[in-house]
């Protein structure tokens, strides 16, 4: 139940979450007033991407039946906008390109809320042990009976970092391999007498940081405090990974917007995934 409070209470944070976001640069793409509505939530965003939606005020949504979902102009429009087009980098040539692919004739590329592909990245901060820290928690859609919810995928908590620094090569302490014929009674080694029992471990063998994070909670050593920031990665686009963070600022490029594109080449998404798992 905690665990499903805690879930929830974070859902509604980031509902109201605020990055803070410079504003102005050289280049910026001006907007002929059509496309101006800020893109206020992410499912609009979906919508946006898609052209799913008027191109005005969003408060018409367009379904498979009508003329203009999934129309070309209209998700053209959308994406020019759909870009942080005031603080973001991301190169002019790359974003045509990227648009070309999205809105081919042959093969157009949607979003899909419900698919594998994409996932919430979420910082927030937590009370470890009478101390404020700061966790990044994955969070993925995932199928539930007759809808779906969010999960806690993986976390990344700065306390248990070097927790299990398993020691490798001669500084490697280990049970001999004849450890059998003696009732392997010398694993007094492994649990008593050594301070790195993790070296008596398989050489494949990883942390589950997410058990021992909620193994904590449960223990009242950990207690959630607050979500500090919220952004989301997609690779549901063959071939190219973005990701979309929340611009709050005056004019009308603001809302969830694309601040991040890369086009990916082989053994670029697995490499992105690491950095983003904290994996490295």
């Given at each position: 139940?905690?665990?499903?409070?805690?879930?929830?209470?974070m859902?509604?944070?980031s509902i109201?979450?605020?990055?803070?976001?410079?504003?102005g640069?050289p280049?910026?793409i001006?907007?002929d007033g059509?496309?101006?509505?800020?893109?206020?939530?992410?499912n609009?965003?979906?919508r946006?991407?898609?052209g799913?939606?008027?191109?005005?005020?969003?408060?018409v949504?367009?379904?498979?039946?009508?003329s203009?979902?999934?129309?070309?102009?209209?998700?053209?429009g959308?994406?020019?906008?759909?870009f942080?087009?005031?603080t973001?980098?991301?190169n002019?040539?790359?974003k045509?390109?990227?648009?070309?692919?999205?809105?081919?004739?042959n093969?157009?590329?949607?979003?899909?809320?419900?698919?594998?592909?994409?996932?919430?990245?979420?910082?927030a901060?937590?009370i470890?042990?009478?101390k404020?820290?700061?966790a990044?928690l994955?969070?993925?859609?995932?199928?539930?009976?007759?809808g779906?919810?969010?999960?806690?995928e993986?976390?990344?908590?700065?306390?248990?970092?070097?927790?299990?620094?398993?020691p490798v090569?001669?500084?490697?302490?280990?049970?001999?391999?004849?450890?059998?014929?003696l009732?392997?009674?010398?694993?007094?080694?492994?649990?008593?007498d050594?301070?790195l029992?993790?070296?008596?471990?398989?050489s494949?063998?990883?942390?589950d940081?997410?058990?021992?994070?909620?193994?904590e909670m449960k223990?009242?050593?950990?207690?959630y405090?607050?979500?500090?920031?919220?952004k989301?990665?997609?690779?549901?686009?063959?071939?190219w990974?973005?990701?979309?963070?929340?611009f709050?600022?005056?004019?009308f490029?603001?809302?969830?917007?694309?601040?991040?594109?890369v086009?990916?080449n082989?053994?670029?998404?697995?490499?992105?995934?690491?950095?983003?798992?904290?994996q490295?």
């Amino acid at each position: 139940m905690r665990i499903v409070i805690f879930i929830f209470a974070m859902l509604i944070a980031s509902i109201s979450i605020v990055s803070g976001q410079g504003i102005g640069s050289p280049g910026t793409i001006k907007d002929d007033g059509k496309f101006a509505a800020s893109t206020k939530q992410l499912n609009q965003f979906f919508r946006r991407f898609n052209g799913e939606e008027s191109p005005t005020d969003g408060n018409v949504r367009y379904y498979p039946t009508d003329s203009a979902y999934h129309s070309v102009s209209l998700r053209r429009g959308f994406l020019q906008i759909l870009f942080d087009n005031q603080t973001s980098s991301v190169n002019p040539e790359l974003k045509k390109q990227f648009s070309d692919i999205v809105l081919s004739a042959n093969y157009p590329q949607y979003l899909n809320f419900h698919r594998e592909g994409w996932y919430a990245e979420v910082q927030a901060d937590f009370i470890y042990k009478g101390k404020r820290e700061s966790a990044t928690l994955i969070l993925k859609i995932q199928s539930e009976g007759l809808g779906y919810e969010w999960v806690i995928e993986e976390v990344s908590f700065a306390p248990f970092k070097n927790l299990f620094n398993k020691p490798v090569g001669d500084s490697k302490d280990f049970l001999h391999p004849l450890s059998h014929e003696l009732g392997f009674m010398n694993l007094r080694r492994a649990f008593q007498d050594s301070k790195l029992p993790e070296s008596f471990t398989e050489s494949s063998f990883k942390p589950d940081y997410l058990t021992l994070f909620l193994y904590e909670m449960k223990q009242n050593n950990l207690r959630y405090d607050t979500v500090t920031d919220v952004k989301f990665h997609f690779f549901q686009i063959d071939g190219w990974y973005f990701e979309v963070n929340q611009f709050n600022r005056p004019g009308f490029n603001t809302g969830w917007l694309i601040s991040n594109l890369v086009k990916l080449n082989p053994g670029d998404k697995d490499t992105i995934q690491k950095y983003i798992y904290d994996q490295n």
